[in-house]
């Protein structure tokens, strides 16, 4: 019977474009708080780094430890601010889907006919493949497709290891980098750490800095899934 309305009702474009956008719209707003997410994540992350500096400070016995919780912390800074630039180019590679799929749409109500775009399916095929968007890509793409804007999608979503894969080839530089800019010390091997002068006052056992870091590495899995 569906196959039957098919042939003699085809899909009404304003509601296809509505529904498009619908689907663009919940994306932007699961990117965005997403990346406010992260954003919380990496101010707290900049607190415990500050914090374990002002402890080795204070009590020298414990400065090999609190070096060593510096860094760990560092290298979650590091994943986070990558997480998130990640997110911020998805965002705007949305926006830029949702501003061709109405053009498109605005074109078809013109001419009378649509003409698959490789630009909308390139980003859309890219956006696939991002695991925090995956269900609601897949469907917008659905969508796009029986609207004749992109062709059918070929590819399959990749672990998001793979998506950044060789991060770690410039870890430590990049650790070194932000301990230098929270820290306010030169990036040289072997200086002095200083402390800004009003960090925040927090302190923190081993045991509380490591459930924190998993706590914080939990929440950045779950952004991720």
Not at 21 to 29: C, E, F, P, W
Not at 162 to 173: F, P, R, T
Request: aromatic fraction near 2%; charge should be neutral.
């Amino acid at each position: 019977m569906e196959s039957i309305k098919a042939v003699f009702w085809k899909p009404d474009p304003a509601a296809q474009m509505r529904k498009c956008n619908s689907l663009i719209r919940a994306n932007t707003r699961k990117l965005e708080r997403d990346m406010l997410q992260l954003k919380n994540l990496e101010s707290k992350t900049r607190q415990y780094i500050i914090a374990a500096s002002k402890r080795a400070q204070r009590n020298p016995s414990q400065a090999k430890q609190a070096a060593s919780e510096t860094r760990v912390f560092a290298r979650e800074m590091v994943r986070i601010r990558k997480q998130s630039s990640r997110l911020a180019t998805s965002k705007a590679q949305l926006q830029s889907v949702q501003m061709q799929v109405n053009e498109a749409f605005s074109v078809r109500k013109i001419e009378g006919s649509i003409r698959a775009s490789t630009s909308i399916m390139k980003d859309v095929n890219s956006l696939v493949r991002l695991p925090e968007l995956t269900g609601t890509m897949r469907e917008l793409s659905q969508e796009l497709m029986k609207a004749g804007i992109i062709e059918e999608m070929v590819g399959d979503s990749l672990p998001d290891e793979n998506l950044m894969e060789g991060e770690d080839e410039e870890a430590e530089a990049e650790v070194d980098k932000v301990l230098g800019e929270i820290l306010k010390t030169p990036e040289v091997p072997g200086t002095r750490i200083e402390v800004p002068q009003d960090p925040v006052e927090v302190d923190a056992d081993l045991e509380e800095q490591e459930a924190t870091l998993a706590q914080m590495r939990g929440r950045l899995e779950a952004l991720k899934s």
